[in-house]
């Protein structure tokens, strides 16, 4: 049940409301696997419900991890009122404090252990904090994306459409080295058979340019071949080529996408 991780009835409250008064929601990830793919599900997810979505991925070299002021002002300038972080965030109470002071509000959901003071904002959804009543708490960042969206489809017509997700879930799951346990070990099942029948023509031009065969994708094959491409992206110059190939329409966009990676990765 999603609504038994921390603060997810205010943070489905607060997008909601969002959602029906046409606000902008920025989604503000990390630059590895498990961020770029969380941010990914968020706005993929929040788009079916009819948001207006800026995605946001910061530069490794010129911003480093976690929020960063600059980045912030910057989504309020282009007209973002909510900003839901995922793979980050629990660290930075500085930066939301900032965020409010010009009139963002702030969604945390993280997965990394908290510190003893939580950021101010209006929701903060971690499975690690010691408040969480969730029976498991080694969930990915792109898992609590994913319980997030669970939490607002509840009971919507689309609800089905979530498991078009999970492919999304393995690789983030894998690439971040959580236990493969628990509702992890059952997220990544399901994923990698959603991931060997993938409708993304950006990872069926990866498979397809790795040699990898679609119908026999395993846990390795994210580990040692899919996964360090698109970190690859993040490590050398700018992760949103990898979440471009991940949300790419175009067959030919897609091939180039797969051929920078690999190019990359080598």
């Known amino acids: 049940n999603p609504f ?19 606000e902008k929601i920025a989604i503000y990830g990390d630059f590895d696997v498990d961020g770029v793919t969380a941010v990914t599900i968020l706005a ?29 002002k910057k989504l309020r300038d282009q007209g973002a009122s909510l900003t839901i972080t995922v793979d980050c965030g629990i660290s930075d109470p ?8 010009i009139g963002m509000d702030m969604i945390i959901t993280d997965h990394h252990i908290p ?12 499975p690690k904090r010691k408040d969480s009543r969730y029976p498991f708490p080694d969930l990915a ?14 009971k919507h017509s689309k609800w089905e459409r979530l498991s078009e997700l999970l492919d999304l879930v393995a690789l983030g799951t894998v690439a ?10 059952y997220l990544v099942k399901e994923g990698l ?29 994210v580990s040692w071949t899919l996964a360090p491409r698109l970190n690859a992206a ?3 110059e700018d992760a949103t080529t990898s979440y471009r190939l991940l949300t790419t329409c175009s067959q030919e966009e897609a091939h180039l996408l797969a051929l920078e990676l690999e190019e990359r990765n080598a």
């Open 4 to 22: 038994l991780l921390p603060d997810m009835s205010q943070a489905v409250s607060r997008i909601y409301k969002a959602l029906l008064s046409g």
């Open 44 to 72: 993929e997810g929040l788009s079916w419900l009819g948001g207006k979505i800026i995605p946001y991925i910061p530069d490794r070299f010129s911003q480093g991890h976690g929020l960063n002021s600059p980045a912030i």
């Open 94 to 101: 500085a930066e939301v404090k900032q965020a409010q002071e």
């Open 115 to 126: 510190s003893t003071t939580l950021p101010p904002a209006i929701a903060v959804i971690d």
């Open 141 to 154: 960042g792109a898992g609590v994306a994913f319980k997030l969206l669970q939490a607002l489809f509840y």
């Open 176 to 185: 971040d080295m959580v236990p493969l346990t628990g509702e992890n070990r």
């Open 193 to 221: 058979s959603v991931l060997s029948n993938t409708k993304r023509i950006g990872l069926q031009e990866m498979i397809k340019l790795t040699g990898l065969k679609p119908d026999k994708i395993d846990t390795e094959d």
């Open 234 to 236: 993040g490590r050398m």
